[in-house]
């Protein structure tokens, strides 16, 4: 399955996309690989792009100092997306679903997709509020969640709040040590 293939499919088709992803195997490595690693740069570096080149409230950062945040913050969200697929791995049994630390990450990964690629809107000043179309991933996660981990229906709105709680303390965290590792420095 091509990149473009797959994105088009989860933000056009999900459902039907989603039966794709059931049947597959790919392993750890080839989903960072050829998927994660690619798109999770969009964020960071979106963001670093448009500050670094129309500025953020008036200010600018340095080209190093921006750049060595952006790759920090990208190098911390690859980790931090599996924790989130961990936790949805171990929470899975407490829904009746299955536990599989794979399918939990195919099941992260490909529902933060419409937040990657909402990020983009960072590079053009005056768009960023259009994150918002990232929100979408939470259907997205919500279509993938029965086929993924085999959780029953009845319990899907509660196990998705659950997902979403998580996905947001992990954000918190990462953007937390990121700023402790790399402090926006602004000109």
Known sequence: ???????????LTPRKEWDEIDAEDRSIVDL????I??????????????????????????????????VIQYALSLPALFLVAFVISMAAPHFDGKSDDKRALALAAYSYTPAWLASLFGLVPG?????????YGIYVFSLGL???????KEN????????????????????????????????
């Open 1 to 11: 399955m091509s990149l473009i293939s797959r994105i088009k499919g989860l933000i």
């Open 156 to 187: 899907l709105d509660v196990f998705t709040l659950v997902a979403l709680v998580v996905t947001v303390a992990t954000g918190a965290l990462h953007a937390w040590v990121v700023h402790a590792i790399a402090p926006a420095q602004m000109i």
């Open 37 to 70: 690693a690619i798109l999770a740069a969009f964020p960071p570096f979106a963001s670093f792009l448009g500050a670094w080149l129309f500025g953020s409230h008036g200010l600018h950062p340095t080209f190093a100092a921006g750049l060595f945040r952006a």
């Open 146 to 152: 029965s086929r993924m981990m085999r959780v029953p």
């Open 127 to 135: 768009l960023r509020w259009l994150d918002v179309l990232g929100f």
């Open 32 to 35: 960072y690989r050829n998927y």
